[in-house]
Every structure is written in structure tokens, then in C-alpha cells.
């Protein structure tokens, strides 16, 4: 069974760092491309960040690039993703998600809580 | 970037009903086009991929279309269970979503 699972959440005062992790089972996932995303409190699903399967290759949205940073460990099968410099817009559900080879993401995280507060 | 605009933001509908949800993409999308169903304090869910085909797993009352800009998701009998937000996402250049629409019962 496929199985993707979030840690590292938390509050967080603005300014500091975070970081969020996943850590993937039931698939092999060297073979994947895999992304994060977030969403504020009733608010809809925003995409943050892509890294390929060797890490080579990774994109970011504008609203986080250069603050977030997405890594992963394929002997691991973890991806992770440092959020810096954080700010209260930041606060959101933040999922991992995998990428299938039709291009969908197929498989998502049950989410972890970021809150930016002080 | 494609901006994905869905509606209506909020859809009232009686069991059985035939409900239609829509998005409109900025630019033609090339039916790079996924639908995902959203239930209250769950992740997302996979519906539809490439416009139309449905996820293994996910009912047949679920379809899509579409092409170019404008895109559909349909559900041919609504039923309880389906009560939910969905959301299109393109895929055509990098990834965004639509803002949502809201499903209740009537």
C-alpha cells in the first residue's frame, strides 16, 4: 500500500526556520517525482516546489523561491522541503504528494500544521 | 503562469441530481487537466487525469471533458458521500489550481 506521511509541522514565530519532511512507503521511490504544496485555512491548494526523481533537476513557486528548499534521500525514500525566513502567510497544511506517470499526483500525505505566529 | 478559474464557487444540489462543475484556463491547456475531490479534513483525492480518464478505484458517476480552455467534471447521480470541494489543476506548464468548488446537499 502506498503510504505518504508527514512530519515536522509546528508554531513557529516569523523569521525562523522550519523543517517538513515525508517519508514515503509501498512504492519504489527512486522511480518518482515527488512535490509539495500547502493550504491556508479555507483556502484552496497552492503548488510549492517539484524535485526529479535523481534530484537534479527542481522548481519552485515565486511565493517561496528562494525561502524554501525541497531535498530528498532516496535511500531514505524521504522528502523533505526547509522552509526559512517564514512569515504569517505561511501558515497552512503543508502536503507531500506523488507525481504519477501520467503526469497526476496519485498519491498526497494526510498534511502537516504550519503555524507562523508570535 | 495559467491561471485556473473554477465554478461556481459553491454548487447546491439534491441526491440523484446531475451536477456539472467547471474550469477555465488562461491559456489553452492542451487537456493537461486533473480533478481532485477534497473532503473536510482529508487530503486531496485523484479523480479524473488527462480530462478524462477516471482513477482506478473512483465510480463511474464521475467523468470529465473538455479541450482547449474550458474544461467539465460531471457526477451523473450525486450522492451523499460526494458532498466535497473539488479542484482542477493544469499541468500543461508547471502546476496550478483552480480555487475550488464547494459541493453540499440541498
Known amino acids: 500500500e502506498v503510504q505518504l506521511v508527514e512530519s515536522g509541522g509546528g508554531l513557529v514565530q516569523p523569521g525562523s526556520s522550519l523543517k517538513v519532511s515525508c517519508v514515503a512507503s509501498g512504492f519504489t521511490f527512486s522511480s518518482y517525482v515527488m512535490h509539495w504544496f500547502r493550504q491556508a485555512p479555507e483556502n484552496g491548494i497552492e503548488w510549492l516546489a517539484y524535485?526529479?526523481?535523481?534530484?537534479?533537476?527542481?522548481h519552485y513557486a515565486e511565493t517561496v523561491k528562494g525561502r524554501f528548499t525541497i531535498s530528498r534521500d532516496n535511500a531514505k525514500n524521504t522528502v523533505d522541503m526547509q522552509l526559512s525566513s517564514l512569515r504569517s502567510e505561511d501558515t497552512a497544511m503543508y502536503f507531500c504528494?506523488?507525481?504519477?506517470?501520467?503526469?497526476?499526483?496519485?498519491?498526497w500525505g494526510q498534511g502537516v500544521m504550519v503555524t507562523v505566529s508570535s | 503562469d495559467i491561471q485556473m478559474t473554477q465554478s461556481p464557487s459553491l454548487l447546491s444540489a439534491s441526491v440523484g441530481d446531475r451536477v456539472t462543475l467547471s474550469c477555465k484556463a488562461s491559456?489553452?491547456?492542451?487537456?493537461?487537466l486533473n480533478w481532485y475531490q477534497q473532503k473536510l479534513g482529508e487530503a486531496p483525492k485523484l479523480l479524473i487525469y488527462y480530462t478524462n480518464s477516471l482513477q482506478t478505484g473512483i465510480p463511474s458517476r464521475f467523468s470529465g471533458s473538455g479541450s482547449g480552455t474550458d474544461y467539465t467534471l460531471t457526477i451523473s447521480s450525486l450522492q451523499p458521500e460526494d458532498v466535497a470541494t473539488y479542484f482542477c489543476?493544469?499541468?500543461?506548464?508547471?502546476?496550478?489550481f483552480g480555487g475550488g468548488t464547494k459541493l453540499e446537499l440541498k
Open positions: 524535485i526529479n526523481t535523481d534530484s537534479s533537476s527542481t
Open positions: 491559456q489553452n491547456i492542451y487537456k493537461y
Open positions: 489543476q493544469q499541468y500543461n506548464s508547471w502546476w496550478t
Open positions: 504528494a506523488r507525481e504519477s506517470q501520467l503526469g497526476a499526483f496519485d498519491y
